[in-house]
């Protein structure tokens, strides 16, 4: 599946990760994940973490799949709002689920902070913007199911955002707790740490084309014929995760996003805050280190590859108008655009663990907006599970979630 098109900002601003080492012999080891996004990435970390010896197969670039066209904003928020969440799941499920995000940003930052190396990870605000009238009645509705859920959270009225940013909302939500970074940047970092250390090997340009399970475990074959023996196979393959699934448990959407040309950073809003809106299809949008502007939205369903691609040119004309509707006084000058796939599931919540009589086949698969905080629960858990450590992580985001 062709992943994203245009020009991913974050490949052109990181010198590509020069690697090329395709798996050439029959290679045996405890661990193989497939996968080298920061998916992959964040569970080769937890793995080495735990002195798991472990590989990592990607048949494209190191990281160039979805991560390489992510926003990167790191947010407790779901796609799917609190109440609603609380609606599908229950009351217990939802605000688990809210609570795990909350804390994994924190672990995210940590992550980086361990291996010494910071991929541009920012701690920034989020606001989220009732676009309408019928967007304030929801942001009340949802700042009380926060609140009750003891979630961090301001209600601003209208007057308050107007000076924090200077734009006609009818109000917003608020909190301080999330962060932004560069996830291309991220995923090599980590990668490249543990290969560094002699604790990873990685392949790249290596195909995971069948596999076997065996008494063992799993043995992996790749498209040139060469095998792999392990006990246990971590599935951090992102959205193209489906030949691994007996069913199909997202449905794929196309995303696009659009960057400006750096601007003084007088022009730069409070704090650098993470902008979002309530109105569908919703705008957002957030800001880099060299001070350009991220923008991003305009999802639609996706069919395939050529019709999302078609889209581009219209879609980055559209999502550079809206900003410019919001924010008449900031030069705003496209510089790159690009269209990226993405995936929701019907609660809006990640798959993680073992699929039912799939025994030692780990899922890590963080789908939605939150991707990237959902890949850091997956390490953790999935690091949980190989080591027989109970995690109740793994029963919210498990694939026999359905059944409760
Ligand atoms: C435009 C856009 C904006 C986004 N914004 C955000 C955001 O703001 N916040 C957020 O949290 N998330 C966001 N996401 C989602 C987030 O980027 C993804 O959840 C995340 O990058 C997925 O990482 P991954 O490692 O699971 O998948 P990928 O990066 O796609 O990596 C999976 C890898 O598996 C490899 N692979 C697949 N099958 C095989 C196989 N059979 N053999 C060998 N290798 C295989 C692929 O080549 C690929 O490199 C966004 C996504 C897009 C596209």
Request: aromatic share 10%; with cysteine; proline share 4%.
């Amino acid at each position: 599946m062709d992943l994203h098109s245009g020009m991913p900002f974050w490949v052109v601003l990181n010198p590509l990760y020069n690697y090329y080492n395709p798996l050439k012999k029959n290679i045996e080891t405890h661990t193989v994940i497939i996968g080298s996004g920061i998916t992959g990435a964040l569970v080769a970390h937890t793995l080495c973490s735990l002195g798991i010896e472990c590989i990592v197969v990607d048949k494209r670039t190191i990281g160039t799949g979805s991560t390489a066209a992510s926003t990167a904003q790191l947010q407790y928020e779901i796609d799917v709002p609190l109440m609603d969440l609380i609606e599908k799941v229950g009351e217990k499920q939802a605000v688990d689920a809210y609570k795990c995000c909350l804390q994994s940003i924190t672990d995210v930052e940590n992550v980086f902070k361990s291996i010494g190396k910071n991929p541009d990870f920012e701690r920034v605000p989020t606001y989220l913007l009732a676009s309408d009238r019928s967007g304030k009645k929801l942001l009340q509705k949802e700042f009380n199911a926060r609140k009750d859920a003891g979630l961090p959270v301001e209600y601003l009225e209208q007057d308050v955002v107007k000076s924090d940013l200077g734009i006609d909302a009818k109000a917003a939500l608020y909190n301080d707790t999330s962060a932004q970074l560069d996830c291309y940047k991220g995923a090599t970092y980590i990668l490249d740490h543990y290969l560094q250390k002699k604790q990873l090997q990685l392949f790249s340009h290596t195909l995971i084309e069948d596999y076997v399970e065996t008494e063992s475990g799993y043995e992996l074959v790749t498209e040139h014929g060469s095998k792999i023996t392990c006990k246990n196979v971590v599935i951090a393959a992102g959205y193209e995760a489906g030949e691994f699934l007996p069913k199909k448990v997202m449905d794929l959407l196309s995303t696009f996003a659009i960057v400006s040309h750096p601007v003084d950073k007088k022009y730069i809003w409070k704090n650098n805050a993470l902008i979002w809106e309530t109105k569908t299809p919703y705008l957002y949008m957030r800001t880099t280190s060299d001070n350009r502007i991220i923008v991003g939205g305009e999802d639609e369903d996706f069919n395939n590859p050529d019709k999302r691609d078609k889209s581009l040119r219209k879609k980055a004309a559209i999502l550079e108008k809206k900003f410019k509707k919001m924010f008449p006084e900031i030069p705003f000058v496209t510089d790159m655009s690009w269209a990226g796939t993405f995936s929701a599931t019907a609660d809006g919540l990640p798959y993680i663990g073992m699929y039912p009589n799939k025994p030692n086949m780990y899922f890590a698969l963080g789908y939605g907006g939150n991707g990237i905080t959902f890949s850091m629960i997956a390490a953790q858990v999935i690091g949980n599970l190989i080591t027989g450590k109970a995690d109740p992580r793994a029963e919210l985001f498990g694939f026999d979630r359905s059944k409760r």
